[in-house]
């Protein structure tokens, strides 16, 4: 699978690499990084769909894409400078998927099929995620949905605690409850 979550992370973390090399000199391997990085970042932009209004994978035996609605097709955010107006697009599409949730930002769209709320990775809310959200948002220029989801995952935290995740419906905490990506998480959106 070309999983845009992953390929978004290693994106991301391929630019800071790219500068530290340029901040230390080491101007080959610098050209190397940005090579790189550009390669992936032709790859992710591939995989945004209009008609979807997010990024989505690619089985790479069949060709296809996988269309399962959940969060991975909003991460690209953070390693990509889109246009305003696919920006604009994917931002719409996580305030649909924001709307009526007590914790945003689920990981499945809520009420589809294979939503559920408490199950892992069908649906609930993870302050983790929502930190590379932020991010990806910020550096989109949506800075207000970017502060409305550090909100929601700040209040989660200090209603329910380190909790692994939350509820997005209820904002129970869910999981483990002394989770400490939870705690990093909220050290850097609380500040």
């Known amino acids: 699978v070309a999983e845009v979550q992953t390929t978004a992370i290693l994106l991301k973390a391929g630019e800071d ?9 080491l101007l080959d391997d610098a050209a190397e990084i940005a090579a790189f990085n550009e390669k992936s970042r032709r790859a992710l932009l591939a995989q945004w769909r209009p008609g979807l209004s997010r990024f989505v994978s690619r089985d790479l035996i069949s ?8 969060h991975s097709g909003f991460i690209p955010l953070l390693a990509l400078d889109l ?3 696919v920006a604009d697009a994917a931002v719409a599409e996580m305030q649909r998927w924001s709307e009526g949730m007590k914790v945003a930002f689920p990981t499945t769209k809520p009420y589809v099929d294979s939503f559920e709320a408490k199950r892992y990775w069908r649906g609930p809310s993870w ?12 550096r989109n220029s949506h800075a207000d949905m970017a502060e409305a989801l550090r909100l929601s995952t700040v209040r989660a935290i200090e209603t329910e605690g380190f909790a692994e995740y939350f509820d997005p419906i209820t ?8 989770f400490s990506w939870t705690a990093a998480a909220y050290l850097s959106l609380a500040a």
């Open 17 to 25: 690499l790219e500068v530290l090399a340029q901040e230390f000199g």
């Open 83 to 85: 246009t305003a107006d």
């Open 171 to 178: 904002g129970e905490g869910c999981g483990g409850l002394g």
């Open 63 to 70: 060709g296809q894409d996988i269309e399962a609605p959940t």
């Open 127 to 138: 302050a983790i995620i929502n930190w590379l959200l932020i991010e990806g948002l910020t």
